[in-house]
């Protein structure tokens, strides 16, 4: 942890209001609260030493996806940065298309501001929130401060229950994990994948589901939902 | 985005929109996830604020009278609801209930508004379904839209869980297993699913009681003893309107939907019949019934009125020509089969072929024959006397249901185009190695085949024959120059070029000047891709990425072909319903203006492909 006067360089103003919040209440009834979905492609694995290359994100507000406030960038990588080309099999995003797009400086202040006073949500949190911090590690001397769920870890609150509840074979010990296979799992259209926008649009919509179902078992609040699939921003 | 878009286009009446407004639509959605059983909508509560559209799920429009629940209608994915709500700004006449897990897009009121105002085809749907609707609500229950079976695609009808067991395991298990899962029918199998092998099959409650009980084996028989093996299935793009057909046809209940041969769920015919429409949809069964040529002539008929039902309910053109093609298709192998019998079992394997716009797909009246047969090379000495008989027999019922012989005599009936595969072949082969202007002319007919009935191979032993077309500069140079001589009736100045015949003027033919570009255009797409798909939607759809052609010109051609098709259908159908002879011909100032801008749109399209076409083969003609 660094102490705000050991920071890199003087905060923005914009940073300072992304982290005051005020963040939403875990009291609240979830469908009241609003989110905001993630999905990010990156260079490779290694947060500190590949790069983000595009983000897309969805707002969800009265429990409603809305496609009107989608956002979606790319994302120049500094300059001598090998992207493998593994990665970009994953994602399509070739150099040529990259050339063009924002540095990453130039992307975080529009991020910040969408991200602030509202729960992120993604999928498989743990790489993602990775890049980001480091982003904003670098940039500002900051992190993500707001609640995080990981829709990943809710599909595996969901499935324990359901083994509890003697709703799944003994023979499926894990549940499946993969985005494509859990909106499958819920009869949830799948959007041509690996599009940072495509996933994150995916992710919301698996999101509804699953905090629907576990309104059916008693989780009404985003404290109860945090219990269920909530992570540490670092 | 891109995606929402085009599931919108997909159905009525966001089919009416142009790219733009559906994409304009799209990106306001928001997406609502509903639990089973949830009022959506309540019958006298507050107003709609959007206009709900099925994604995933089905919804019940529910009465509740003197404590009864009355469901008088459901909606599956696709369909939209809200909208009287909607347009007359006050409470819902209707409670919507979920019956499944819904997802649903949600148009925003002022977007709806908005589309209203600005595409009369869109808001005429609307207030024509609203009517529909009110009057539904009023009478009873099992009003289910009409299309629907026509529009539906397995995949969307896939509710049970897909059970697979091996094939070794025994009659006990496999019942213990359909307890377990609360299933009638088992996929016997193991994965990966290849269900075209001999050893997988699939057993169903009935052959439990059939084949096991009541013929008194042991509960420890192995399942391969018993299934029904080799599998019938159907991709999971088909209509549901075929899985009717088909499930008819071979008197079976189960039916495995396969995705790139993978079988992906189980489709009942219980699915089906949910669906259910009180429409065309008894033609199969009365085809079953019919007894002599006269009533298979009435069914003839009752398809051509269908036509007309379909292209009422909104129904595309290019679904319409595949339902015709189902129901002409069932016509023709009934009267096979029945040929057959009479004359004894054929000698050697053979293949009948239909051609042209029957092997397109695209045959929405009943129109010429066009046919052909394929015999084995190996056949003993009689068997091209029994093939005359069972081709002029075929041929001479065909007529008498209706289908008018060929000018041309392109028919099985003629020994020129019934003959032996090697025979079949060489002409293809002789076709594309010497493109004159009769290879030219055959080429357009015979490489649109279709396999209709019969065990010989067809595809197997003339499709890679046409597949060498591909890379073959001459010949598709030769195709594409033809194709030219032709072009879209556009001046300089882009307007339609008009014809006068006789004492009429401002006419424009639909067909020569129409349709017929854009089905040349796609087969020439479709040949340099190997594209083996013969319908010319699907041909735009599936070669463009291996084809002189980009995405967007494709669909631009794909909806251009949907309108002149449209336009062209119900033009003829008012003719015949005037009782005139059908004609190609329209009178273009007789089209409303709003059929003006989109036919013009559509030739300019064409026109713009025509000209790519032009200059990739240095055709050294610039067309329109």
Same mark, same amino acid.
């Given at each position: 942890m660094r102490l705000p006067w050991q920071r890199k360089r003087a905060v923005p103003e914009l940073v300072r209001a992304y982290e005051v919040g005020p963040w939403p209440d875990g009291r609240s009834y979830w469908r009241d609260v609003r989110y905001v979905v993630l999905d990010v492609e990156t260079s490779g694995l290694d947060a500190r030493r590949d790069a983000l290359l595009a983000v897309g994100l969805v707002e969800i507000e009265q429990a409603r996806v809305r496609l009107d406030r989608r956002w979606y960038s790319l994302i120049r990588p500094p300059a001598g940065l090998l992207v493998e080309a593994s990665s970009i099999r994953i994602h399509g995003l070739m150099r040529a298309d990259l050339a063009d797009a924002p540095p990453i400086d130039a992307v975080l202040p529009e991020l910040l501001?969408?991200?602030?006073?509202?729960?992120?949500?993604?999928?498989?949190?743990?790489?993602?929130?990775?890049?980001?911090?480091?982003?904003?590690?670098?940039?500002?001397?900051?992190?993500?401060?707001?609640?995080?769920?990981?829709?990943?870890?809710?599909?595996?609150?969901?499935?324990?229950?359901?083994?509890?509840?003697?709703?799944?074979?003994?023979?499926?010990?894990?549940?499946?994990?993969?985005?494509?296979a859990l909106a499958i799992q819920y009869n949830l259209p799948v959007y041509p994948q690996h599009d940072a926008l495509n996933d994150a649009l995916t992710t919301a919509q698996l999101f509804l589901a699953q905090a629907t179902h576990l309104e059916h078992q008693g989780i009404r609040t985003l404290r109860a939902l945090l219990r269920a699939g909530g992570v540490q921003s670092r | 985005m891109d995606e929402i878009a085009a599931f919108l286009r997909t159905y009525p009446p966001f089919d009416q929109l142009p790219p733009e407004a559906a994409m304009l639509a799209a990106e306001h959605i928001q997406i609502e996830y509903f639990p089973a059983h949830h009022d959506v909508l309540t019958f006298g509560g507050p107003p709609a604020e959007f206009l709900y559209i099925v994604r995933k799920g089905m919804v019940d429009f529910v009465r509740e009278e003197e404590g009864e629940v009355l469901v008088f209608d459901s909606l599956g994915p696709g369909e939209a609801f809200g909208y009287p709500s909607l347009i007359r700004r006050r409470s819902p006449i209707v409670t919507v209930r979920t019956r499944t897990e819904v997802l649903a897009y949600l148009l925003p009121a002022e977007i709806f508004y908005h589309l209203q105002a600005e595409y009369p085809l869109f808001a005429s749907y609307f207030a024509a379904s609203a009517l529909h609707r009110l009057t539904s609500a009023v009478r009873s229950r099992h009003q289910t839209a009409e299309p629907s079976l026509f529009q539906t695609r397995l995949q969307e009808l896939i509710s049970h869980p897909l059970i697979a067991i091996r094939p070794d395991a025994t009659v006990r298990e496999a019942a213990q297993l359909m307890r377990d899962h609360n299933v009638s029918c088992l996929l016997v199998n193991l994965p990966p699913y290849e269900i075209y092998d001999q050893n997988s099959g699939i057993i169903t409650d009935r052959d439990l009681r059939n084949r096991v009980l009541a013929a008194g084996l042991p509960d420890s028989t192995?399942?391969?003893?018993?299934?029904?093996?080799?599998?019938?299935?159907?991709?999971?793009?088909?209509?549901?309107?075929?899985?009717?057909?088909?499930?008819?046809?071979?008197?079976?209940?189960?039916?495995?939907?396969?995705?790139?041969?993978?079988?992906?769920?189980?489709?009942t015919h219980t699915d089906?019949?949910?669906?259910?429409?009180?429409?065309?949809?008894?033609?199969?069964?009365?085809?079953?019934?019919?007894?002599?040529?006269?009533?298979?002539?009435?069914?003839?008929?009752?398809?051509?009125?269908?036509?007309?039902?379909?292209?009422?309910?909104?129904?595309?053109?290019?679904?319409?020509?595949?339902?015709?093609?189902?129901?002409?298709?069932?016509?023709?192998?009934?009267?096979?089969?029945?040929?057959?019998?009479?004359?004894?079992?054929?000698?050697?394997?053979?293949?009948?072929?239909?051609?042209?716009?029957?092997?397109?797909?695209?045959?929405?009246?009943?129109?010429?024959?066009?046919?052909?047969?394929?015999?084995?090379?190996?056949?003993?000495?009689?068997?091209?006397?029994?093939?005359?008989?069972?081709?002029?027999?075929?041929?001479?019922?065909?007529?008498?249901?209706?289908?008018?012989?060929?000018?041309?005599?392109v028919m099985a009936s003629n020994p020129q185009w019934r003959q032996p595969l090697s025979v079949w072949q060489a002409t293809f082969a002789h076709w594309i190695d010497v493109p004159d202007?009769?290879?030219?002319?055959?080429?357009?007919?015979?490489?649109?085949?279709?396999?209709?009935?019969?065990?010989?191979?067809?595809?197997?032993?003339?499709?890679?024959?046409?597949?060498?077309?591909?890379?073959?500069?001459?010949?598709?140079?030769?195709?594409?120059?033809?194709?030219?001589?032709?072009?879209?009736?556009?001046?300089?100045?882009?307007?339609?070029?008009?014809?006068?015949?006789?004492?009429?003027?401002?006419?424009?033919?639909?067909?020569?000047?129409?349709?017929?570009?854009?089905?040349?255009?796609?087969?020439?797409?479709?040949?340099?891709?190997?594209?083996?798909d013969t319908s010319t939607v699907g041909r735009l759809r599936r070669?463009?990425?291996? /084809?002189? #052609?980009?995405?967007? *010109?494709?669909?631009?051609?794909?909806?251009?072909?949907?309108? &002149? %098709?449209? +336009?062209?259908? =119900?033009?003829?159908? /008012?003719? #015949?319903?005037?009782? *005139?002879?059908?004609?190609?011909?329209?009178?273009?100032?007789? &089209? %409303?203006? +709003?059929?003006? =801008?989109?036919?013009?749109?559509?030739?300019?399209?064409?026109?713009?492909?025509?000209?790519?076409?032009?200059?990739?083969?240095?055709?050294?003609?610039?067309?329109?």
């Open positions: 501001e969408r991200l602030a006073q509202r729960v992120l949500v993604v999928h498989v949190a743990r790489i993602d929130v990775g890049f980001l911090n480091q982003a904003l590690d670098l940039s500002y001397g900051t992190r993500l401060h707001g609640p995080i769920l990981d829709t990943a870890r809710l599909a595996a609150t969901l499935h324990q229950n359901a083994q509890l509840l003697g709703q799944v074979s003994r023979d499926m010990p894990v549940p499946a994990i993969q985005l494509r | 192995p399942l391969r003893q018993v299934m029904t093996t080799p599998v019938v299935s159907l991709p999971a793009t088909a209509l549901a309107f075929e899985a009717m057909l088909l499930m008819l046809e071979r008197h079976i209940h189960h039916l495995p939907v396969t995705r790139d041969g993978v079988v992906v769920g189980m489709v089906i019949l949910r669906r259910q429409s009180n429409s065309p949809l008894f033609l199969p069964r009365q085809l079953q019934r019919a007894h002599s040529l006269e009533e298979l002539r009435s069914y003839g008929d009752q398809v051509t009125a269908a036509v007309g039902a379909l292209l009422d309910a909104g129904v595309r053109v290019s679904d319409i020509g595949r339902v015709v093609a189902v129901a002409h298709d069932a016509l023709i192998q009934r009267i096979l089969r029945d040929v057959e019998t009479e004359l004894g079992p054929p000698p050697a394997p053979y293949a009948w072929l239909v051609l042209g716009s029957e092997g397109r797909y695209e045959q929405t009246l009943r129109t010429d024959q066009d046919n052909a047969l394929i015999y084995a090379d190996e056949h003993p000495p009689d068997a091209p006397e029994y093939f005359r008989v069972l081709a002029e027999t075929v041929v001479e019922r065909l007529v008498a249901c209706g289908f008018p012989r060929c000018r041309g005599n202007e009769e290879a030219l002319l055959r080429s357009g007919i015979f490489f649109d085949f279709r396999q209709i009935h019969g065990t010989l191979y067809a595809e197997g032993g003339l499709r890679p024959i046409i597949t060498r077309a591909r890379g073959n500069k001459i010949f598709l140079g030769r195709l594409a120059r033809a194709a030219l001589r032709n072009p879209a009736p556009l001046n300089l100045f882009r307007n339609v070029v008009l014809e006068r015949r006789g004492d009429q003027k401002n006419l424009i033919d639909l067909k020569h000047r129409g349709t017929a570009m854009v089905v040349d255009l796609a087969r020439i797409f479709a040949l340099e891709a190997g594209c083996i070669s463009w990425p291996a /084809a002189s #052609i980009g995405e967007t *010109e494709a669909e631009s051609l794909v909806s251009a072909f949907e309108l &002149l %098709s449209l +336009l062209r259908l =119900r033009h003829q159908r /008012a003719q #015949i319903e005037r009782g *005139e002879e059908p004609t190609n011909l329209i009178v273009y100032t007789d &089209l %409303s203006p +709003l059929e003006q =801008r989109e036919l013009k749109e559509s030739l300019q399209a064409i026109a713009r492909v025509q000209r790519g076409i032009a200059t990739v083969y240095q055709t050294g003609r610039i067309a329109g």
